[in-house]
């Protein structure tokens, strides 16, 4: 099975950004960006993710990543 | 805290009212008579009767009357309960869509407990006529049907609340 990894916190740390300057930047709330940073939401909007990627300067592949996790 | 008065919280207060007036007004019919002889014959004068009618077919008969009534109460319990729902901001939610789709099973209900029990009512109040006088009346009127019509539509809303509610719901978890 695979499944969509976020990887947000290796180029906040890359970037030496804070969430929650990225949260201003991006209009989005600290609490979603930290829910999108655990990786604990549904999906992200193309919006969202556009504005992530202006702001960190990045490619969304950058940002999100396919993984295998066993099936249990 | 700031009181401010809006349609779901005035529509709330309504049917609070309604459903104190509602026994208020159950009691008042038993009390003034609603259930007499007299009224009775006025009520179902279709009903062709030889001997004058007893104790306990007046019992039955008032007591079959009450039962839509408390069916009513129901569908009002759930309609408050709606109100109570939009008053609290919760208006595109599972619980919402539930209790639109019981007012409408509950109005669909009304229209048909409504055809049972006046068809009963005529059985009770003809049922010491004797052999071949007594009768079973089916009444069907507007009033029926329209409470039919408005539950099946009510129940069709409240399904599509559902959807609507779960597609709200997964929409949340997008950020």
């Not at chain 1, 979603?32 to 990786?39: A, D, E, I, T």
């Not at chain 2, 009691?27 to 009224?39: D, N, Y």
């Not at chain 2, 409504?114 to 004797?130: I, W």
């Not at chain 2, 079973?136 to 009033?143: D, H, M, Q, Y």
């Amino acid at each position: 099975m695979t499944e969509i990894v976020v990887r947000l916190d290796v180029m906040l740390a890359l970037r030496k950004m804070k969430a929650r300057d990225l949260a201003a930047e991006i209009g989005i709330t600290e609490q979603n960006l930290s829910l999108l940073r655990n990786g604990r939401v549904k999906g992200i909007r193309f919006a969202t993710l556009a504005r992530i990627c202006e702001v960190l300067e990045c490619q969304p592949g950058d940002l999100l990543e396919a993984v295998s996790v066993p099936r249990n | 805290m700031k009181s401010r008065l809006t349609v779901e919280t005035a529509l709330l207060a309504t049917t609070w009212g309604a459903l104190v007036l509602l026994p208020a007004v159950m009691i008042w019919a038993l009390v003034s008579g609603v259930f007499t002889q007299e009224a009775l014959i006025q009520r179902f004068p279709d009903v062709v009767r030889t001997n004058s009618l007893l104790g306990w077919q007046l019992c039955l008969a008032a007591v079959l009357g009450l039962i839509p009534a408390t069916l009513a109460f129901w569908v009002l319990w759930q309609v408050k309960g709606l109100f109570g729902l939009y008053a609290k901001g919760q208006a595109l939610t599972p619980a919402a869509a539930d209790r639109i789709r019981a007012t409408g099973i509950g109005l669909a209900g009304i229209g048909l407990l409504n055809l049972v029990v006046h068809a009963a009512q005529t059985v009770v109040l003809s049922a010491t006529n004797p052999a071949g006088q007594r009768m079973l009346a089916i009444e069907l009127g507007s009033e029926e049907v329209g409470l039919a019509l408005m539950g099946g539509l009510l129940f069709v809303i409240g399904r599509a609340m559902a959807d609507a509610a779960e597609a709200a719901t997964e929409l949340r978890a997008f950020v």
